[in-house]
């Protein structure tokens, strides 16, 4: 009961800031394009979707005579946030309550909509584009729908098995039962909304800010991290190794920075130290300071 008031104050606490209501007007905005993706192309077209939103639609065509879309994504959601509820926070389920709410709504206001694309190929590129984009703004500030997120979480909390295997299973579920409902070419198409459906996603999540880590192995390591990271405002960590050949202590430094940055970086690397080894690694997600936090993650605060 103790925790159940700790999140529940940790709840009303966000709902008293700007980041959270400018989060909220960002997942309506997305689940308007969504909703009207769906119901404009995807459905006249018989694609079919990635998720829960797949899963829908795969049985939508045998109920729509007795049930709306919008309805039965949320009875679909019923059991998932179920499942979640002991898994995430309770400002993470309600966050993601709403999310479902304003979707759903969504889905009943575009009922009948329809995006005037006859060409089935340029539907599927233009209503990947529009999902996933609307989609990554809204899961950059921690906004959330429910559907097999939750699903995906708790299966690899329990079971160990990576939430991209659960969706690849229902993704190829989805496909491959779009290709015995209809045909193999429609199920191609749904094949292709998929693809730019997550590739705008991660742009739109991402987008110029994409999370760059570096090594820098360099003979000044104080100098370089003062007068280097510091222009850049970076936090920066020393990891302690010895070198291979000359068996020499060093000082490796590590540190994340964004896609923007990267290019300043080098140029404040070579002026300093043009004799410094540098390494640059792609990174997905990144949770700490100045980045995502564990809350906007879904994870319960902890107890200092």
């Not at 990174?283 to 879904?298: H, M, N, S």
Request: hydrophobic share 45%.
């Amino acid at each position: 009961m103790n925790q159940l008031r700790e999140d529940f104050k940790e709840f009303t606490e966000a709902l008293l800031t700007w980041k959270y209501w400018w989060m909220l007007v960002v997942l309506a905005f997305g689940c308007f394009v969504f909703s009207s993706v769906v119901n404009g192309i995807l459905i006249p077209h018989h694609f079919f979707a990635g998720g829960l939103t797949g899963l829908g639609l795969l049985f939508y065509d045998s109920i729509k005579e007795f049930l709306p879309f919008s309805l039965l994504y949320a009875l679909m959601n019923v059991p998932i946030f179920i499942i979640g509820f002991r898994e995430f926070s309770l400002k993470f389920i309600l966050t993601s309550l709403i999310g479902m709410g304003l979707y759903t709504v969504s889905l009943e206001l575009t009922e009948g909509f329809e995006i005037a694309i006859k060409d089935p190929m340029l539907s599927a590129i233009f209503g990947g584009v529009l999902a996933g984009f609307s989609t990554g703004f809204y899961l950059s500030l921690g906004g959330s729908v429910g559907g097999l997120d939750i699903v995906g979480t708790v299966i690899k909390k329990r079971f160990a098995i990576p939430i991209g295997t659960v969706f690849n299973m229902v993704n190829f579920l989805v496909l491959t039962s779009n290709a015995y409902l209809y045909d193999l070419e429609t199920a191609l198409f749904t094949g292709v909304f998929m693809y730019v459906f997550t590739w705008s996603m991660q742009k739109g999540q991402i987008g110029f800010s994409q999370r760059k880590s570096v090594f820098i192995i360099s003979s000044k390591p104080e100098e370089v991290g003062e007068k280097v990271l510091k222009k850049l405002d970076r936090g920066f960590t020393y990891l302690h190794a010895s070198g291979g050949y000359a068996g020499e202590d060093k000082r490796v430094i590590y540190t994340v920075i964004n896609l923007l940055e990267l290019g300043r970086l080098k140029e404040y690397l070579f002026k300093t130290d043009p004799d410094a080894f540098i390494s640059v690694q792609n990174t997905g997600d990144v949770i700490g300071k100045r980045f995502l936090t564990w809350e906007d993650e879904g994870y319960r605060t902890r107890k200092k």
